[in-house]
């Protein structure tokens, strides 16, 4: 049984900087004032800028606010295998929590610009593997993580392709979004269920989710 984290530097971090837009948007981490100014009337105080390219660096694509980690712990089982891993945070934040997981990435960031999304160090031991060779290796009990696999690229499409197991805890944007490429999504869309999902707290202009998936049984 797995249990909340105890310890998440990166929500700390943002936690004062979330606001809710007033349109029917989830809560947003605003980056540039933009909402609280709106809101108050205060003028922007640079001083108070939240960095978003230096958080998503340092930790992970999407904010790992404490309902979102808790929504993934309810869904992703005991084990997890997490072959996108960049800086391990996930993986670290599920660690924490009890459950086992196995990070690798075809860079493991290690402080140089090897890793074009995560130039600091990692926040645990990533093994350097490539995504399709970490999965194929992989016991198929493990439900995969895949959170935000490169745009434009096919490695999304063939982690899922080479996945044997039955559950997916997809991070990142949806179709059309920055995430993955078209034939990734239409293999979601022909070989897996949406079983749940939950809006993370996002960075303003941002459209990442928290999706489950199911692999589709035979008719
Ligand atoms: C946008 S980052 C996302 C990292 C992390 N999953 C997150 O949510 O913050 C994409 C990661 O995929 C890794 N990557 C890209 N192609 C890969 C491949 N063929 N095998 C393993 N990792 C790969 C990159 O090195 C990078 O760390």
Known sequence: MTTMTETNAYW?????????????????????GSLARRRTGRPF??????????????????VTDPATVTFVLEDCGPQVIDPLAGSGWWAHLLGQA?????????????GTEANNWHRGAAHLDVMRMDAVDAVRLSDPARTLLLSWPPYDSSIGRDVIAAYEGNLIAYIGEGPYGCCGDEDMWRLIEVEWVEIADHWPVQFYGLHDWVTIYERKRAA
């Open 45 to 62: 105080d640079l001083d108070h800028r939240v960095e978003r390219r230096e958080l998503t660096s340092a930790y992970s694509w999407t």
């Open 98 to 110: 009890g459950v086992d997981v196995v990070a690798s990435d075809l860079n493991p960031p290690n």
């Open 12 to 32: 700390d971090a943002v936690r004062e900087h979330v606001e809710h837009d007033d349109f029917g948007g989830g809560p947003t981490v605003d980056e540039y």
